[in-house]
């Protein structure tokens, strides 16, 4: 029975160091060094590691986080309508999520990539009427809404959407 510590980078035996010998060699040729904030190592480039990331984008002071008694009310059936609507959700993203365009891709790309956690299409009930907006950044409290057409029946939706949000102080992003 070996008595020790795990490598912190690939989880092998290393008897009483926090790295294995072959982790400690990429050690010495700069492949592997310390997390700053924890001290934990490390194999790739981040600054920081996925606890630390975690922990700063709930401290951090210059995002006030929306206030709970002017929220609206979210139901999260979430599964139910991707379930109901599969068929429309015909793109997928390279972090694996299925969205209806490949425009809702690149923007679910673009924020996963830099950090931005979403929720794709959530159930929003306002006036007892059930909304699905694009996205919504739940971290900061703002749905993002994407309009892709111009038709009349498209834009008609949009207006009566965007008057929803308006009148229940809805904050939400609106990109055409």
């Known amino acids: 029975m070996l008595i020790g510590m795990v490598c912190q980078v690939c989880g092998e035996n290393s008897g009483f160091y926090s790295l294995c010998v072959d982790c400690n060699n990429l050690k010495g040729q ?16 981040k600054p920081l590691c996925y606890d630390c990331w975690l922990e700063s984008k709930n401290l951090k002071k210059d995002v006030k986080a929306p206030s709970t008694c002017d929220k609206p009310q979210i139901k999260y059936t979430y599964q139910n309508f991707r379930e109901k609507h599969q068929e429309n959700l015909k793109v997928r993203t390279k972090h694996g999520l299925l969205v209806s365009s490949r425009i809702e891709r690149t923007i679910a790309e673009f924020l996963t990539d830099n950090g931005i956690i979403v929720q794709y299409e959530p159930t929003l009930i ?51």
């Open 126 to 176: 306002l006036d007892e009427q059930e909304l699905h907006p694009d996205f919504y950044i739940q971290a900061i409290g703002i749905y993002l809404e994407h309009w892709e057409s111009d038709e009349p029946d498209y834009v008609e939706n949009r207006r009566i959407k965007e008057e929803v949000y308006r009148k229940h102080n809805v904050k939400y992003i609106s990109l055409h």
């Open 30 to 45: 700069g492949e592997i060094t310390k997390f700053e904030s924890c001290g934990k190592w490390k194999k790739d480039s």
